[in-house]
């Protein structure tokens, strides 16, 4: 029995470890710069009132990114090939998304300054922002120039794995309040318009939105030509449990970023204020802990630098992708996803001259209600998938209602 039990631990952590990966990358693509900054807000402005928005847009969105992992094991085509098919104008749907993949540069591109100014935090030579962007940029441009999946997903886990253990150390400095986090949570807050309204960034920041479908390239990548019914039976557990664990990092991404608000704000009087010296402040707190300022601010910047990462590589994919399935070219997909990365880049470093925040707020507002509709079509999928990959009751009950909320949350949000 004693030889059976590490035996049969190696075959549980061989099958888990198989599909280990795309998860995980949708965890670290999405702990994005508008994440941490508005975490730190609600927590310093609302302490752990809004728990319950986090635990429920999460759920939604996990829920989404299962249907997701569903279609593309049982089909072998990632999700942009199913979406063609749902009814209307020929390839609006995924045209669509692949503009406002393009338009999603500009809020991501906010994240390049927040993560240039931590850098350059860190380093002992003072050193203009923007030359920082142009440097993280040209480094994220080399690794994905190559277009090698193994080395980004071995990028992306690694720092997944250091970014837990740094937080972990800074854990040791705050104090929870497993009361406060409990009425948070079932004791939802409606009591105002901010409250509303902060419901409303999280449903935008948390997790993103379209980039959810990102995933289905990755898994793609990782499932290879391997499809069909008895390699999804024999798997998709395995799959389900890259997604779990990615999802339960971005929970824990969010309420460590929420405590920081809490403990170290709102717990002294303090609102949120200015990004970068909220930061510095929060940073300076972290010393209770040795070497706590440095390890938050490394962890931070390494957070946004795999975000942006991320997020440059999942739509450069679909991007290219799309180009390639509705315009009529011989450049082929390798190549197209290769100049992709250069203009995303190019983009990027542009806004770190010229860009405006003004604009964030309305690119985010288009973002969620398309990916309240986008959650429409996946249940249309859905229905039309074999019956053993289809999803449960509670899979679609949960989908009608946060594909219903998103873009009446979208509203709300764009009014206030």
Known sequence: MSDRLPAR?????????????????LAMSSAGWVGILVFLS??????????????????????????????????????????????GLRNWEVLFIGAVYVVEIVYHAGGALVAANLLAGLVPIRLPVQYVVIAIFVLIT??????SYPLFKRIMVGAGFVIIAGMCVNFLSLYLSPGEMAAGLFFPAFGNEDHLYYAGVIMCSLGTGLSLLCSSMWLS????????ETFFKDHMKSVYFDLRLGFVIL?????????????????????????????QVIGHTMDVVPFGMTIFVAISFLTLFVYLIGAT??????????????VPTRV???????????????I??????????????DVLTVSVFMFGLVGFMLVWLDRRLPAYARGSRLWYGIMLIGSTLFPVGAVFYAMM
Request: with cysteine; glycine share 10%; proline share 2%.
């Open 313 to 326: 590589d999942g739509r450069a994919r679909a991007v290219a992708w799309i180009i390639r399935q509705t």
């Open 42 to 87: 609600i927590g310093a402005n609302m302490g752990y009132a809004l728990l319950w928005a986090i635990a429920g847009v999460l759920l939604y969105k996990y829920m989404f990114t299962t249907g997701i992992a569903r279609y593309t094991v049982s089909q072998g085509e990632n999700i942009y090939a199913g979406l063609q098919r749902v009814p």
């Open 348 to 361: 990027f470093i542009g806004f770190a001259y010229f860009g405006t925040k003004y604009t964030i707020k």
């Open 221 to 228: 990548k990782q499932i290879g030509d391997n499809h069909g």
């Open 9 to 25: 631990i190696r075959a549980w952590y061989t099958e888990r470890a198989r599909f280990l990966g795309p998860g995980l990358i």
């Open 142 to 147: 080399l690794i994905l120039f190559r277009n």
């Open 332 to 346: 082929s997909e390798d190549w197209l996803y290769r100049c992709v990365v250069v203009l995303f880049s190019l």
């Open 251 to 279: 929970a824990v991404l969010s309420v460590f970023y929420l405590t920081i608000g809490f403990v170290v704000l709102n717990e002294h009087g303090l609102p949120a204020f200015e990004q970068d010296l909220m930061v």
